[in-house]
């Protein structure tokens, strides 16, 4: 067992957490650095104030900088433009204003595991904290600001990581500066599980980093992984009772309060667990006062909403959290009537971070529209985008398909098809298409295949070539009608294709042999995307621009009537101008063509107890 | 004394003969889906436009007892929206029985023992229909949920089955609905049959109605028409006689100047539209 700490308190947790997994069969490796936190001093100072902590937090020779020199100096050095912190401008940062025993260097990896192997390697070689970029969507409330650096100051592996290529990451402890302006950093103590889910690669258009994860560190001398355990992302949701109860043991069996930051728990009170994303990923937060009034939280601990499992534990300046019932107030004033037909639910947006996993939004539904408000009571007449997404490649994204690693992305504009890595959006391959009107994409295991309009055509394309292979004619149900293809999706051994008519839209079902058309049946909505996991066909349904559109479900059958009885609605979206969908196997993905995005839902229904 | 009371007993009793004799008006609503869910474009259609045509047809003297409604399983969709909930407008739901083959039948043969000769007969289809033979001609309506189908010529037989009426009106909202006139076409017959399209053409629906929600745009206009305003209140200039009565051929020109996705058709063999205005006590 290895044990690099550097404070009383740090080593006490990290005491702690080492007896609780000190099992026979496995040893923990941890180091834990005294790294003050620091807020960032601007809205798009992250970079700087992870700097300045970092530079404070190194074992030997630390040193007291201004956020607005490092600012400065990252200015200077930067070389990436649309980046506020870039980096190289971060490393450049560093080096200048406080030089290091050895040096700093950027890591970037197209493999999360990979990085935070090197972290760990690093923080067990020489103790110095590492800076890590968790995303690169906007954060904070800024939409103009999207990067989200963080200080690491402490890492928990079964293993050693400079003796084991490959061990699973426990946890992570770090300083994230990304808070409302005046109020301190968060200090965050997550599971692996939960640093995963928050880590994304660079997403930015243009930047060399596109698709990689990325940390300031020192070159490691010895690759590996730290992979993180799953963590549950729907089931039957637990109640606040017992999300309370998950809360204490956790502080309990991790002895929180015996580390300086989170000594306050000892003598706190529970308030009332708030749920957020409920229908997927979801967590309770579950809010401790040292308030006398019992009104005003100032940390917090965070479990799985479905198993209870720690994700995490931070504190905070005190704050209140606005109720379900103030939301819906608030909206009601807003909107002029009456709070009757207004619903609310926490959400922590995954498209738009503008707010912490701490502070979640509320979602306020009333007439079909949905409304933000903060914790602050802050009204917002949009809400965030909430579902994940990246940029789409190409001009105008039409149809989408997903070959077991990269997504497909048609592009009508410029006929060409383009794959990219859905975390980051980084492109991959692009082929150009000798192909009038491409409107529909599926991947049949080896094959692409493209519906052209102009020359009612399917063709089969090498994906890794762009190649041609197999030509067939459209087939179009005659006594149907067609306007245009709307989507096509490969359910093993068929293809489908979805045309709109009107109230004649039609789901057909193609032999891929001969082109034949086997079945038709009406699609009772207006597609716009069609997708087939082997089991079920995915419909995207547009429904004009007063109501959101809708991902449908039904059935593979033979008889039309048998299938249209299986229809369930599954899943309302947010893009106002929805094409193409495809699944990875987890989630679905259509484009946005109004935005140029490509986003993400998760199709599963959630047992709500 | 004697004489004003037999006088008054003469007039109750010709007011009496006069109701016992006077004209009813029936109605076949037939919409041949199932709603599972509000607001959905293509499937939402099926409740909200029958509960639309219902209520143009009650604010133009139809009585409940005399609108037959056939719908999904037989039971009306729970909407979220009051105002299209029939227990919140009428105290009652509308549906009478489940839409299937057997009991469109049913409803046309109890029909043909009940609509006299000084009735008027009001027949109403939603649903989809393909368009087959010379020019799309020949249509083939589904019932969604049972997987069965109608021809035209089926329609048109039982429509015939009730042959003692003063006047029919046939509506059919369908892709290919024009597939319907030439089944109905028929001189001497007294029958207005009005469809959301031609043979080879589709119908659509429009969410850009005056609530937002999504309708067959052929029977948004239709019900609009003969109530003389919009769902949500506002005035609709249909009446362009300004007689007080909207005639059918007054609906099926508002319809030709206010759709835009498919062509309304007509046919009125024997030059009647003009003069069937359906808010009269005898149309």
Request: charged share 20%; proline share 5%.
């Amino acid at each position: 067992m290895t044990k690099q700490i550097k404070s009383p308190l740090s080593y006490l947790l990290a005491y702690s957490l080492l007896l609780l997994f000190a099992q026979p069969a496995a040893a923990l490796h941890s180091v834990m650095l005294a790294v003050p936190e620091y807020p960032e001093e601007a809205l798009t100072w992250c970079g700087p104030a992870t700097g300045k902590m970092l530079m404070e937090g190194y074992p030997t020779g630390s040193c007291t900088v201004l956020q607005e020199d490092i600012w400065m100096s990252i200015q200077a050095n930067k070389v990436e433009s649309q980046w506020d912190t870039d980096p190289v401008g971060l490393k450049e940062a560093l080096k200048t204003l406080c030089p290091p025993a050895s040096t700093w260097s950027v890591h970037s990896r197209t493999d999360a595991e990979a990085l935070m192997h090197s972290v760990a390697y690093w923080m067990t070689v020489n103790n110095y904290p590492a800076a890590g970029l968790m995303s690169t969507a906007p954060h904070n409330g800024y939409t103009a600001h999207s990067e989200h650096w963080v200080a690491i100051r402490g890492i928990i592996t079964d293993d050693n990581p400079t003796t084991h290529s490959s061990t699973p990451l426990r946890f992570v402890w770090f300083n994230d500066p990304a808070v409302d302006l005046g109020d301190p950093a968060l200090v965050r103590f997550v599971s692996g599980a939960t640093w995963y889910s928050e880590q994304f690669p660079v997403s930015k258009a243009g930047s060399s980093y596109i698709g990689r994860y990325v940390a300031v560190i020192e070159p490691p001398e010895f690759t590996g992984r730290l992979v993180a355990p799953m963590q549950m992302l729907i089931g039957k949701l637990i109640t606040p009772k017992a999300a309370r109860e998950f809360a204490k043991r956790w502080i309990t069996q991790y002895k929180l309060t015996d580390y300086e930051s989170y000594q306050s728990l000892r003598n706190a009170v529970q308030l009332e667990p708030l749920l957020v994303n409920a229908g997927h990923g979801g967590y309770y937060i579950v809010p401790y006062s040292n308030d006398k009034d019992q009104r005003l939280a100032s940390s917090a601990i965070i479990v799985n909403a479905y198993s209870g499992d720690f994700q995490e534990v931070g504190s905070f300046a005190p704050v209140s959290y606005l109720s379900k019932e103030e939301a819906i107030k608030l909206t009601a004033q807003q909107l002029g009537k009456k709070t009757g037909n207004i619903s609310a639910e926490l959400v922590y947006p995954q498209g738009e971070r503008v707010v912490s996993r701490y502070f979640p939004l509320w979602k306020v539904t009333a007439d079909n529209h949905s409304y933000g408000v903060s914790r602050q009571g802050k009204f917002m007449n949009t809400l965030p985008t909430t579902e994940f997404f990246v940029a789409a490649p190409g001009k105008k994204p039409v149809g989408l398909a997903f070959d077991k690693q990269h997504l497909w992305s048609l592009d009508q504009k410029q006929k060409t098809v383009n794959s990219f890595d859905p975390k980051s959006g980084a492109l991959q391959h692009s082929h150009p298409l000798n192909l009038k009107d491409p409107r529909a994409i599926s991947y049949n295991g080896t094959d692409l295949w493209i519906a052209d309009q102009d020359e009612r055509k399917l063709v089969a394309i090498n994906p890794q070539t762009g190649e041609q292979r197999a030509s067939l004619p459209l087939p179009i149900p005659k006594e149907k009608g067609f306007n245009s293809i709307e989507g096509m999706a490969w359910d093993g051994q068929h293809l489908w294709i979805a045309y709109f008519a009107g109230f004649s839209s039609t789901l057909n079902k193609i032999d891929p042999a001969n082109g034949e058309l086997l079945q038709s049946v009406f699609a009772d909505c207006h597609p716009k995307g069609l997708e087939s996991d082997g089991t079920h066909l995915w419909v995207l349904c547009y429904n004009g621009e007063s109501n959101p559109a809708v991902i449908d479900q039904r059935k593979i059958m033979d008889k039309d009537h048998e299938m249209l009885r299986t229809r369930q609605f599954i899943k309302t979206i947010e893009g106002k101008a929805p094409s193409g969908l495809a699944y990875d196997g987890q989630y679905l993905w259509y484009n946005d063509q109004q935005k140029n995005r490509v986003l993400r839902v998760f199709p599963g229904n959630t047992t709500r107890k | 004394m004697y004489t004003l009371t037999k006088a008054t007993t003469l007039i109750l009793l010709c007011l009496t003969l006069s109701l016992l004799s006077g004209c009813s008006k029936y109605a076949v609503l037939i919409s041949t889906n199932e709603v599972t869910q509000d607001n959905i474009s293509y499937h939402s259609e099926w409740w909200y436009d029958l509960f639309l045509q219902y209520q143009a047809l009650r604010d133009n003297g139809f009585d409940d007892e005399d609108i037959y409604v056939l719908y999904g399983n037989g039971n009306d969709f729970n909407t979220i929206h009051n105002d299209y909930n029939a227990n919140l407008k009428y105290g009652h739901t509308i549906t009478d029985m489940a839409v299937n083959k057997a009991n469109i039948q049913s409803i046309f043969n109890t029909l043909s023992s009940k609509v006299g000769g000084r009735d008027h007969l009001y027949v109403w289809w939603m649903g989809h229909g393909g368009g087959s033979g010379p020019g799309s001609c020949n249509l083939s309506m589904s019932i969604s949920n049972t997987g069965e189908h109608v021809t035209d010529t089926e329609l048109a037989s039982y429509i015939n089955g009730i042959s003692n009426y003063r006047k029919r009106t046939v509506d059919v909202m369908t892709c290919h609905s024009g597939g319907m006139l030439d089944n109905m076409d028929i001189a001497g017959t007294d029958t207005i049959t009005l469809t959301s399209s031609t043979c080879p053409e589709s119908s659509y629906s429009i969410s850009t109605t005056c609530n937002g929600r999504p309708h067959a745009e052929f029977h948004y206009t239709i019900p609009n028409a003969l109530r003389e305003q919009l769902p949500c209140g506002g005035a609709v200039a249909s009446d362009t006689s300004l007689n007080g009565y909207v005639s059918l051929s007054e609906v099926h020109n508002y319809n030709s100047t206010q759709m835009s996705t498919s062509t309304p058709q007509i046919a009125d063999p024997d030059s009647l539209a003009t003069s069937t205005e359906l808010k009269r006590q005898q149309p």
